[in-house]
């Protein structure tokens, strides 16, 4: 029981650093052409430079976090495997679903002021949502599959997983789904952002 209740600690702060990674990014990324409006108007500089220096950024900020591990994994006595070198991976489909959705609500935020409000909301709610403080391991076996449709818990899951080098839950095939969904939304948010950013910007 010791051992779980370690474990539950290790996986509550993993859900944390993964969690924290797309809600900053995602409400980052929301506010950024609002935010920068005015070197926008100034400077002839390509807008998306704007959202990825913040992904780049929640980007770096994670890594540097995860430097954390293994320490924490030693006082908890917790063996390490091979796994947890893939660590650095887990931002490429984290940010690619919190740019993709980003670079369509910054465009929103352009029109609506009130959206940075509604991401706001919706990441909150997303917080309790995806995991953080539980595992896919705590809920039955026949609900994996309709949580394993949100990306972000799945990201958790799949950290949680390289981290404690514990695979019993978590199928390749959430994984691959995860990322086809994050890069869906990459590539559509990508399509709105160039396709609406001229306009956007008249309305700063």
Do not use: C
Request: no cysteine; charged share 10%; hydrophobic share 55%.
């Amino acid at each position: 029981r010791g051992q779980d209740d370690s474990l539950f600690v290790l996986e509550i702060l993993l859900g944390v650093l993964t969690y924290g990674m797309f809600s900053r990014t995602f409400t980052g990324t929301t506010t950024a052409i609002v935010g920068n409006s005015g070197l926008i108007k100034q400077v002839a500089i390509s807008r998306e430079v704007f959202l990825w220096a913040i992904g780049g950024f929640q980007t770096l900020r994670f890594l540097l976090s995860s430097l954390i591990i293994p320490p924490v994994l030693l006082i908890m006595g917790v063996e390490m495997t091979w796994t947890i070198l893939l660590v650095p991976l887990v931002p490429l489909g984290v940010q690619s679903l919190a740019m993709g959705l980003g670079m369509v609500t910054s465009i929103l935020h352009t029109h609506v002021r009130d959206t940075s409000h509604v991401v706001s909301i919706l990441v909150t709610a997303g917080f309790f949502l995806s995991g953080v403080f539980f595992g896919m391991r705590h809920i039955p076996e026949e609900h994996h599959d309709m949580f394993a449709l949100n990306p972000v818990a799945t990201y958790i899951e799949l950290m949680r997983a390289l981290v404690t080098g514990n695979w019993e839950v978590l199928e390749p095939i959430y994984v691959i789904q995860a990322v086809g969904i994050s890069v869906a939304i990459l590539i559509l948010g990508s399509i709105v952002f160039v396709r609406n950013e001229a306009k956007a910007v008249k309305h700063l």
